[in-house]
């Protein structure tokens, strides 16, 4: 196989011309980041003014969903590493927002659930947040926000089944 003379790049060039790839502004992760933002800064007024974070408010919400649910799964639910959720789920429970028990089946798991007062926050917060959703929908369209979200369910599922595809070829 015959090497290929490598081209020449100044040391002054700007490291895009040294790396090919596509320009990082138009990177899906980074695209991704900013839509995330520019979303979230419209959240994070009304999270603060009733003393939550964004994590506390992603917590919140996926146990208003479930009647309890395990510590690892509401990790994997929350987009959340172990490590933050358990400082997460301390600060929660020790403003009686949330519940935890030992899960009956495995006294190692831990079950955790929304509380009264968690759901009085969540009902205190939610017509602010539907205003919000409300302002997004009219800015965006309703019409564009379905079909934006329909298209990013449908990547999450292809990459999914590509991940499912390269963990099954890993253990053949």
Sequence with gaps: ?????????????????????????RSLPMSLLRAREAVMRQFRPS????????????????????EAVEVTELARTA??????????????EARSLIGRETAKADLRRSMVSISKEGVKL????APTSEAIYA????????????????ML?????????????DEATAEE
């Design 1 to 25: 196989m015959a090497k290929r003379p490598a081209e020449a790049v100044s040391p002054s060039a700007p490291a895009a011309r040294q790396v090919p790839m596509r320009d990082f502004s």
């Design 47 to 66: 999270l603060r003014e009733h003393g939550l974070t964004e994590q506390q408010w992603r917590i919140l919400r996926a146990l208003a969903s479930v």
């Design 79 to 92: 987009f959340l590493l172990g490590p933050s959720l358990s400082r997460i789920l301390r600060d929660l």
């Design 135 to 150: 302002e997004i929908t009219r800015r965006f369209g309703a019409r564009k926000l379905a079909e934006l979200q329909e």
């Design 153 to 165: 369910g449908e990547l999450e599922r292809s990459l999914s089944a590509l991940d499912a595809g």
């Design 122 to 125: 969540m009902a205190s917060v």
